[in-house]
DNA sequence: CTCGCTTGTCTAGCGGTGCTAGGATCGAGC
DNA sequence: GCTCGATCCTAGCACCGCTAGACAAGCGAG
């Protein structure tokens, strides 16, 4: 069996580098850089090693939206930690989304910009996606005021913040005013 | 002169039936299916007909994109003047974007989520594109609140209706909430 | 230790993409 | 009626995502 558990390690291995490769190429130059052929030239392997691996390119981008998600995750709780009060907290958040948001484009657009064939808000809804909705809602429930359903309440300022992130990246909004913005948006949105 | 005249009509003709058949195809089919061959195709030339009318299949879109936010801009509009009173306006402006996104996904994609080449809150954005935010701005900016800036709380509030659509649009929050939502960004944001 | 076979990988190629060079055609102006 | 320039199309380039089929490497059985 040990040969087999050897094989299976490369095999996971692998996978991870390909999901690396293509992040970093993504954040480097763009998804449109992103081929199967350049891919696959980066991992030293062929092209159709990556269809051994995935169904397509799309899967691809699902993967490193999935490890996006997570890191998003991470991101977001870390802030929320060192923040004292709910006031802190949110404007925390809001200040991690949006910074990992122009930090990391490339992974963003995976996640919410490109097609990853991932579901969402349902049941089939992979893991890191649900856990990192529940890391925004456990900060923002707490600010969502009475007789507001908690859930909905995140999903409001989470689409500010999605809003937010994509239009200051693509241009349509100056980023010397990010923080104002920001401000802003607690103030309003969340009940303290 | 007058055949020079003829022939320039002629070609502005064609130029208008390139853009509307591009955003024919797109709503129909996808921005995907929209090649240069299909579209030639459709518009009964050949491909470098497009060309001569177009840097390359980025100015279509963007072409697409400034029709659009005409449209956009007349339906906000429309819709605030129907309305009688800050808050009823605003929640009008707010319905009536997010049913435009939901009724035009291709064009709205083609403005906000597709590379139209287009310059945004820049001295040389065009014309529609400044007219659509300022048709925003005329019913945002009053219930903006004292010593709020105007134009900052307008860019807060597309944001979040940006993000409210393209999320919802892209499966991302489940639809049958989207008046609940439009309530609770309006009450929030906007000070009555 | 050798042989056969499975497993894994690569080469080559398909149909499609955006875009363009260069030749054919057509019609305006003399 | 002829010339010549504007206009358009045919053909093709390099690249894309994806896959069939040839080939080699390494395992287990005898």
Redesign the interface.
């Known amino acids: 069996m040990s040969v087999q558990e050897r094989k299976q390690r490369e095999r996971a291995e692998r996978e991870r580098l390909i999901v690396a490769t293509a992040r970093e190429l993504a954040e480097q130059q763009g998804w449109d850089a992103v081929t199967t052929r350049r891919l696959a030239e980066r991992i030293e392997y062929s092209q159709p090693v990556l269809y051994s691996h995935f169904r397509g390119k799309r899967e691809i981008i699902g993967a490193v939206a999935l490890e996006g998600a997570a890191d998003m995750a991470a991101a977001v709780r870390a802030a929320a930690r060192t923040a004292d009060g709910p006031r802190a907290r949110v404007t925390a958040l809001a200040r991690a989304y949006l910074d990992f948001a122009a930090r990391n484009p490339a992974v963003y657009d995976a996640m ?2 490109l097609d990853g064939g991932l ?4 049941e089939d809804t992979p893991e890191p996606l649900k856990d990192a909705f529940a890391a925004l809602l456990e900060s923002l429930g707490e600010v969502a005021g009475d007789g ?1 359903h908690p859930g ?2 995140t ?2 300022f ?7 992130a ?2 200051t990246r ?5 980023p010397e ?1 990010t923080e ?2 920001t401000q ?2 607690v103030d ?2 969340a009940v303290l």
């Open positions: 919410f910009q579901a969402f808000a349902q507001v909905l309440f999903e409001v989470w689409a500010a913040l999605h809003g937010l994509t239009l693509a241009g349509r909004l100056p005013e104002r913005r802003l948006l309003r949105l």
